[in-house]
């Protein structure tokens, strides 16, 4: 059965300092990953997506993850965080194509000047 | 529109009171998917389109929830007796064709008083 863990359910960070959330997942085919971040009272926002190829893979606003079969995870990344990314991160599993996706159960940032 | 758009954006309802949800897909976009969010949690799958055709409803919680999308575009989900545990967010995200992306709306806070 596929799950994703995000085994941090919240996280503090000083504006400017890097910051990685983790994820891992179950899946027993070759997953389709995905992160999205959601602000209160907003839906669900794609930050990157991963499907096949480079295992490095960009999104927007300076988001990055890295797909590492070895150890099932797909850790997102920022080098430098401000403070307009305080809000809620989830990372989804899915198997490609018209098919629903299974969420981890989210990381809140929290950003400190 | 833009973008995928849902009303109400929040709804308050007695326990026993029957309500309807309604999403506005982006228009094109083949596959509706509905996801139950409760309090604190990731996104849960409840039911999933592809045009009219409902075709896994295998998330839906129980025999009162019912959801359909008659012409393939805007879908309506309906809880009927509404209860406590009921009280969640409903999000709604389309797909295009050859997408593996799904696009979210902002979804309707239930709250079952």
């Known amino acids: 059965a596929q799950s994703v863990t995000q085994p941090d359910i919240h996280i503090t960070v000083s504006e400017g300092a890097s910051l990685e959330l983790r994820c891992n997942y179950s899946?027993?085919?070759?997953?389709?990953l995905f992160w999205y971040v959601q602000s209160p009272g907003q839906g669900l926002q794609l930050l990157l997506k991963?499907?096949?190829?480079?295992?490095l893979v960009q999104g927007i606003k300076g988001f990055e993850a890295e797909f590492k079969r070895s150890q099932s995870s797909f850790n997102l990344r920022k080098p430098s965080v401000h403070w307009s990314d305080a809000a809620e991160y989830f990372c989804?599993?899915?198997?490609?194509?018209?098919?629903?996706?299974?969420f981890g159960t989210g990381t809140r940032l929290t950003v400190i000047p | 529109g833009a973008g995928v758009s849902q009303s109400p954006r929040y709804k308050v309802a007695k326990r026993g009171q029957d309500v309807a949800l309604r999403c506005d897909p982006i228009?094109?976009?083949?596959?509706l998917f509905w996801y139950q969010q409760a309090l604190g949690q990731g996104p849960e799958f409840l039911t999933y389109?592809?045009?009219?055709?409902?075709?896994?409803k295998s998330g839906l919680p129980s025999d009162r929830f019912f959801a359909e999308r008659p012409e393939g575009s805007v879908s309506t989900l309906k809880i009927q007796r509404t209860q406590q545990e009921d009280s969640a967010v409903y999000l709604c995200?389309?797909?295009?064709?050859?997408?593996?992306?799904?696009?979210f709306g902002p979804g309707t806070r239930l709250t079952v008083t």
């Open positions: 995200a389309g797909q295009g064709k050859h997408d593996y992306e799904q696009y």
């Open positions: 389109f592809q045009n009219e055709a409902q075709l896994d």
């Open positions: 899946y027993g085919a070759t997953p389709y």
């Open positions: 989804a599993v899915g198997a490609g194509g018209a098919n629903n996706l299974f």
């Open positions: 991963y499907f096949s190829g480079d295992t």
């Open positions: 228009s094109g976009h083949v596959s």
